[in-house]
């Protein structure tokens, strides 16, 4: 299948600061990828979708203000958690998709500690 | 999206084959059947998709009922490595997938 690359795969940060994610798809252009946040022992919760050159569109209860999506080419995505807190360590992962394709592929996952 | 409806967890001996059940008893027309699977600590994986026939690929086989309210994922010969949490997920080609709590499969050796 088709490789989705997000980095970096685990950060530790602190309590106020910023963390950015990247995900990537290496061997196909992504028209849309998604977000997603996984809580220890629950399954994946989507948080937002985002189109190459749009806005990211966010599902309800995520603030778009503190998760900014950014999705500027074809083959990157950023999610950067701003003003992170202790309440916002999760397991994040993305996904991946191309107009040519039905289904999605994702990225190994960050794991965010925000201590 | 329809909902889906799978078993909590299931066991299977490392060898034979796991077959993994999924109800969507209200799937509309058009909407496929993804399965994907998560194995601890990882991000999902794609395993297959399907609308109407069955599909075969390099890791599993999927059969979905004439009626097209249920569907069953086949590995058919399951290693250690196959234990994860599998997803069955309904939803049109190319929108976004909504994860359910999914099936945790444990191949014993």
């Known amino acids: 299948g088709a490789v989705v690359s997000q980095h970096p795969s685990r950060v530790i940060c602190k309590s106020g600061t910023s963390v950015k994610i990247e995900c990537r798809s290496l061997?196909?252009?992504?028209?849309?990828m998604f977000w997603y946040r996984q809580f220890p022992k629950q399954s994946l919760m989507l948080m937002a979708t985002s189109n190459e050159g749009s806005k990211a569109t966010y599902e309800q209860g995520v603030e778009k203000d503190k998760f900014l999506i950014n999705h500027a080419s074809l083959t990157l995505s950023t999610l950067t958690v701003t003003s992170a807190h202790p309440e916002d360590s999760s397991f994040y992962i993305c996904s991946a998709q191309s107009s040519m394709n039905t289904e999605a592929f994702f990225g190994q996952g960050t794991r965010l500690t925000v201590v | 999206d329809a909902k889906t409806t799978q078993p909590p967890s299931m066991d299977c001996a490392e060898g034979r084959a796991a077959n993994l059940p999924c109800n969507h008893s209200?799937?509309?027309?058009?909407?496929?059947v993804y399965w994907y699977r998560q194995i601890h600590s990882q991000g999902p994986q794609y395993i297959i998709h399907?609308?109407?026939n069955n599909e075969t690929n390099e890791m599993a086989s999927l059969i979905i009922t004439e009626d097209r309210k249920s569907s069953t994922l086949i590995l058919p010969h399951a290693t250690l490595r196959d234990t994860a949490v599998y997803y069955c997920?309904?939803?049109?080609?190319?929108?976004?997938?909504?994860f359910g709590e999914g099936t945790q499969l444990t191949v014993n050796p």
């Open positions: 399907g609308l109407k």
């Open positions: 061997d196909f252009q992504a028209t849309t």
């Open positions: 997920i309904v939803t049109l080609s190319g929108s976004r997938l909504t």
């Open positions: 209200t799937i509309s027309g058009n909407e496929y």
